[in-house]
Nanobody, 129 residues
Framework: QVQLVESGGGLVQTGDSLRLSCAAS????????MGWFRQAPGKDREFVAG????????YHSDSVRGRFTISRDNAKNSVYLQMNSLKPEDSGVYYC??????????????????????WGQGTQVTVSS
């Protein structure tokens, strides 16, 4: 059974840091790009960061670039999102997701929810002002 399980969310103050983790199981983790998305109440799901299957290429949305960093450990079948200098507008449910394409070419980036086929249940991040 293919599964993604997020952890690490919580309630923090503006300027604090959090590290989200996502544990994958049921498939060959190192074959697929991974991504993080977030969704605030009443808003569409928003791309946050993506990472190639090899770990050599990362891409972040403009709103988080320089503050958030995506990484992966293929030996642990896990992907992470280090979030620094958090702002209230970063609040929402954070989801990790698996790319629907195996071994996506490194010149491509998967930034749309439609690019992903497996999703975790989400972890809540709340940043108070």
């Amino acid at each position: 059974q293919v599964q993604l399980v997020e952890s690490g969310g919580g309630l923090v103050q503006t300027g604090d840091s959090l590290r989200l983790s996502c544990a994958a199981s049921g498939y060959t983790f190192s074959y697929y790009d991974m991504g993080w998305f977030r969704q605030a109440p009443g808003k569409d799901r928003e791309f946050v960061a993506g990472l190639s299957w090899s770990g050599s290429t990362t891409y972040h949305s403009d709103s988080v670039r320089g503050r958030f960093t995506i990484s992966r450990d293929n030996a642990k079948n896990s992907v992470y999102l280090q979030m620094n200098s958090l702002k209230p507008e970063d609040s929402g449910v954070y989801y990790c997701a698996r790319d629907s394409v195996q071994w996506r070419p490194l010149v491509q980036t998967a930034t749309s929810p439609e690019d992903y086929d497996i999703w975790g249940q989400g972890t809540q991040v709340t940043v108070s002002s």
